[in-house]
T-cell receptor, first 109, second 113 residues
């Protein structure tokens, strides 16, 4: 059975304190791994797509990496506006998009 | 339109009533997803449409839930005989096809009283 596990469930960082969020997955035939950001009361906002192990994508303070078993979302020198829930999703042979439960990030000024 | 549009944004209904939730995907997107998100929880997959293929209904929680997609565009999620546990935000997303990023609407908040 396909599984996606995100850790930690919640993370509190001081402004400027870099850290990483983890998404580990067990799927049959990964076709894509996606990172989203979700603010309260809103739909998820697309951040990155990763397709193969070794791939990396960057956007501002965020960098996503992928191995054969997990993906990391690295946050460098975060700001309070980076506070949100970060969601990881995988698409495998079944083609539907399966989400983890997310990491709730709080960045304290 | 510029993005995925969902209507209504909020819906309050009485227990036992039927409700219809609408999703207008991004023009040209062949894939469409429905999810349910309960308060403080993750996204629960409901159903996936891809082009003219038979939809993946494996996430529908009971036979009270159904969805259709007309003309490969607009989709309607129908919940019959609503129950209080159906209260949640229902999110729709569309993508250009499999293995491409999906874009979400703002959701419909359903409250069953």
């Amino acid at each position: 059975e396909d599984q996606v596990t995100q850790s930690p469930e919640a993370l509190r960082l001081q402004e400027g304190e870099s850290s990483s969020l983890n998404c580990s997955y067990t799927v049959s035939g990964l076709r894509g791994l996606f990172w989203y950001r979700q603010d309260p009361g809103k739909g998820p906002e697309f951040l990155f797509t990763l397709y193969s192990a070794g791939e990396e994508k960057e956007k501002e303070r965020l960098k996503a990496t992928l191995t054969k078993k997990e993906s990391f979302l690295h946050i460098t020198a975060p700001k309070p506006e980076d506070s949100a829930t970060y969601l990881c999703a995988v698409q495998a042979q079944a083609n539907n998009l399966f989400f983890g439960t997310g990491t709730r990030l709080t960045v304290i000024p | 339109g510029a993005g995925v549009s969902q209507s209504p944004s909020n819906k309050v209904t009485e227990k036992g009533k039927d409700v219809e939730l609408r999703c207008d995907p991004i023009s040209g997107h062949t894939a469409l997803y429905w999810y349910r998100q309960s308060l403080g929880q993750g996204l629960e997959f409901l159903i996936y449409f891809q082009g003219n293929s038979a939809p993946d209904k494996s996430g529908l929680p009971s036979d009270r839930f159904s969805a259709e997609r007309t003309g490969g565009s607009v989709s309607t999620l129908t919940i019959q005989r609503t129950q209080q546990e159906d209260s949640a935000v229902y999110l729709c997303a569309s993508s250009k096809g499999p293995n491409t990023e999906a874009f979400f609407g703002q959701g419909t908040r359903l409250t069953v009283v």
